[in-house]
């Protein structure tokens, strides 16, 4: 196949060097978990964006808060479990846990006090310029404190559980993990007294004014529909006085608690899998403080006591000036104002699925890439569905990682158990943060007759696959889908991923063998096609690298393009280097963490990173070699990190199709790389720039592009992108 993307027609090796370079040299790479903090830096520049519509622009102050939550949860407590184990050792990269520890408490403050600067001197006055106005305490008039202590009384504070802390009946209480607080000093008349009330997350924690009270305020009737909203714990703390009467109310705190929820299993030695990890949730909220954030009114002294009772250092506290803990900005998405949020998507079928043509028949006919959420995800749940009710149908297997609730694919396989249809669902309990809701799942899938698998000891099944097996007039013959996202109909509309319907018989043959490993006692380890963690995916992916620099070598055009969430293993960044010190130019479009230092002298010339945030999620994985012209494509579910190759059950998949690489190698990477709005480029010191179109062009978004395009619409690059 003739190659669409460019490929470099310098033949000549780099100039040879004196001695060779080390390319383990802990200056050649990137501290994997201060990468991810720039990776939040870049959404929180989205949140800075004037040119996002406003509501979109609060969207991503929530998130930079729920990814910080998450990364204090995991990254940050599993280095503070490493410390407490006595472990402090150098990573690739040089650094110790501790060190890393002490730079991450740094960055994450310059952060959030970032975060906090957009909202209050960007954000909430372009809203108010909207008829919007989250407001202060101290900014409300009587009329509208008188009705919202009206409220208080009614809604608030019958919910509320003051707790005296620090005497003999009363010890401090536990604080349970991402929840606010209220610290209260107060006086007895006869000593100092202390209280903790916990804002409750079941109200809203903005607060809206009723209509009558804030037209008598700051609106100044421009808007027909004004909303108003005053943050909880500030109406909380403006009556917290009816808490404790008969006190008096000397100082009233905010804070937040994020604790540990990197609870690891015991596998081998786990009898029951369902029940450890029912066992393990009920733990999570006993996890150690991995951060503490706290009101900047807080004295020193108020704060050392706090964080003493919390047992968390000085390292792991954050001080700000601002309200804790944004996610909850996610719910101004609710307000009617399309004007203000991006335009609603309207996902396509591909014209091989056009309405009314059988599904079955089509990808007997042909393969079919999909692209979400630009694509539809309604193809991937008709091919479950329609197979439930399908008589030919003698079997349906499928993993389930991350689902969602009120799932239409996994009700359908519910349905699916009948005397004639084997159902076979392999549910992983150890998917962070959704393992009780899958825990319900198979509960559910089990109460139907279902085989309910729960993955292997030691590893998370983390592979997107789905196999039908099918009685045609000419033989049985396998229905598969193979992804690189969850089969969850929700994020599928916010997660950009790919999928492949095919029935290759081939894939078909090697799709059952894995099913046979995740099911059963297989351990097979020569697959051809497919390429499966943790059996083959690291030598393949080696070995096809290798070929790219064998190429490179005999004087012949090379090039790989890989595209993932994050690229963090050690002997995969040394292979790339190699690549690029052999002549192979290599572009890497990574959403998220990069441990690579891109163009260092002698070492990373010919690579170039890109990352991609915007309004989708950057999701799919997509690899390209070229092969000296025989260009080959893999799509799956494995970043280039030990745990995906290593510990994960993973399925990378070649595109054999003509018509699907060149969709993915002009329509998806080929556009990517063309962006110069949404796209930023890693620098040699680890820092990220943005991508600016030359002089003579306009500004191009990827993701813009493939709202109004298919795949199939994209066309060769006129240009090699800079930097190749």
């Known amino acids: 196949m003739d190659s669409k993307v460019e490929t470099s027609t310098q033949t000549t090796e780099p100039a040879a060097v004196a001695e060779p ?70 990573g690739d990269d040089g650094m110790t846990a501790s060190e890393v520890l002490t730079e991450i408490n740094q960055r994450a403050q310059v952060l959030s006090e970032r975060q906090l600067r957009c909202l209050r001197d960007e954000v909430i006055p372009a809203l108010a310029r909207e008829g919007i106005y989250l407001l202060g305490y101290d900014q409300l008039t009587e009329c509208q404190r008188a009705a919202l202590a009206d409220y208080f009384r009614r809604e608030i504070f019958p919910v509320l559980t003051p707790l005296a802390v620090e005497d003999p009946g009363h010890p401090f209480p536990f604080i349970s993990n991402q929840s606010l607080s209220l610290f209260v000093i107060l006086d007895d008349g006869a000593a100092e007294r202390l209280a903790r009330v916990k804002v409750p997350g079941t109200l809203p924690r903005l607060v809206p004014i009723p209509q009558a009270a804030a037209q008598s305020g700051l609106v100044d009737g421009r808007h027909h529909q004004q909303h108003c909203f005053v943050w909880l714990e500030q109406v909380i703390t403006a009556n917290i006085h009816l808490l404790f009467p008969g006190m008096r109310i000397l100082a009233t705190y905010p804070f937040r ?27 999570r909220p006993f996890g150690f403080v991995a951060c503490l954030t706290v009101d900047r009114s807080m004295p020193p002294d108020r704060l050392a006591w706090l964080a003493d009772r919390l047992e968390v250092g000085v390292d792991a506290t954050l001080v700000l000036d601002g309200p804790l803990g944004l996610a909850d900005l996610i719910g101004l998405l609710q307000i009617d104002r399309p004007d203000l949020k991006d335009p609603p998507l309207v ?95 198979a509960q559910a899938l089990e109460a139907t ?15 997107k696959l789905a196999l039908v097996v099918r009685r045609d007039p ?67 992916m080696v070995g096809l690298i290798e ?41 890497l479009l990574i959403r998220g963490v990069c441990c690579l230092r891109p163009g260092v002298p002698g070492v990373s010339e010919r690579i ?65 790389l063309r962006d110069t709005v949404k796209a930023r480029e890693l620098q040699p010191d680890g820092s990220y720039r943005r991508v600016h179109p030359a002089p003579d062009e306009a500004p191009f978004d990827s993701q813009a ?9 994209a066309r060769p690059s006129e240009r090699r992108p800079e930097g190749c």
């Open 547 to 587: 070929r790219e620099i064998d190429h490179a070598r005999r004087a012949a055009p090379a090039r790989l393009i890989f595209k993932m969430n994050q690229l963090t293993d050690g002997p995969m960044i040394r292979c790339l280097y190699r690549a690029s010190q052999a002549g192979v130019d290599v572009d």
């Open 21 to 90: 370079l080390d390319l383990t040299d802990p200056s050649l790479y990137i501290n994997h978990q201060l990468s991810w903090l720039d990776f939040n830096e870049r959404v929180l520049e989205e949140a800075e964006d004037q040119s996002q519509p406003l509501l979109e622009r609060a969207k991503f102050l929530a998130i930079v808060t729920t990814n910080s939550d998450e990364f204090f949860m995991t990254r940050v407590a599993g280095l503070r479990q490493a410390l407490a184990a006595g472990t402090d050792s150098r």
């Open 257 to 283: 608690v994020v604790r540990n929820a990197d609870l690891e299993i015991e596998e081998d030695e786990a009898a029951d899998l369902l029940a450890d990890v029912e066992e393990m949730l009920r733990q």
């Open 347 to 441: 996902p396509r079928l591909p014209a091989a699925l056009a309405d009314g043509v059988d599904l079955f028949d089509v990808m007997r006919r042909q393969d079919v890439l999909l692209h979400h959420p630009y694509d539809s995800f309604q193809p991937v749940i008709e091919l479950i569905t329609s197979a439930t009710h399908n008589p030919s149908v003698l079997a349906i297997k499928q993993t389930l990682y991350r689902v969602g609730r009120n799932s239409p694919i996994v009700n359908a396989l519910g349905e699916a158990r009948d005397d004639d249809t084997q159902v076979a669902v392999l549910v992983e309990l150890k998917a962070r943060f959704d393992e009780e809701n899958n825990i319900g799942w």
């Open 705 to 713: 592009w493939f709202l109004a395009h298919g795949l199939d619409e």
């Open 474 to 540: 000419d033989g049985l013959r396998r229905y598969l889908h193979l992804g690189t996202g969850n089969y969850n109909d929700g994020t599928a509309r916010v997660y950009a991923d790919l999928g492949l319907l095919t029935c290759r018989s081939d894939l078909g043959e090697e799709a059952s063998e894995v099913f046979n490993f995740l099911t059963g006692y297989s351990r097979k380890r020569d697959y051809e096609t497919l390429l499966v963690s943790p059996v083959t995916t690291r030598e393949r």
């Open 449 to 463: 007759g279902v085989h309910v698998a729960y993955g292997l000891p030691g590893l998370k099944t983390h592979c």
């Open 608 to 672: 170039r990173v890109i990352s991609i945030v915007g309004r989708f999620l950057e999701h799919s994985r997509a690899y390209y070699f070229h092969n000296g012209g025989d260009e080959e494509i893999y799509l799956g579910s494995a970043d280039l990190m030990p745990r995906n190759l290593d510990r994960r059950v993973e399925i990378v998949f070649p595109l054999d199709d003509p018509t699907s690489r060149a969709q993915v190698r002009d329509g998806l990477l080929g556009v990517q």
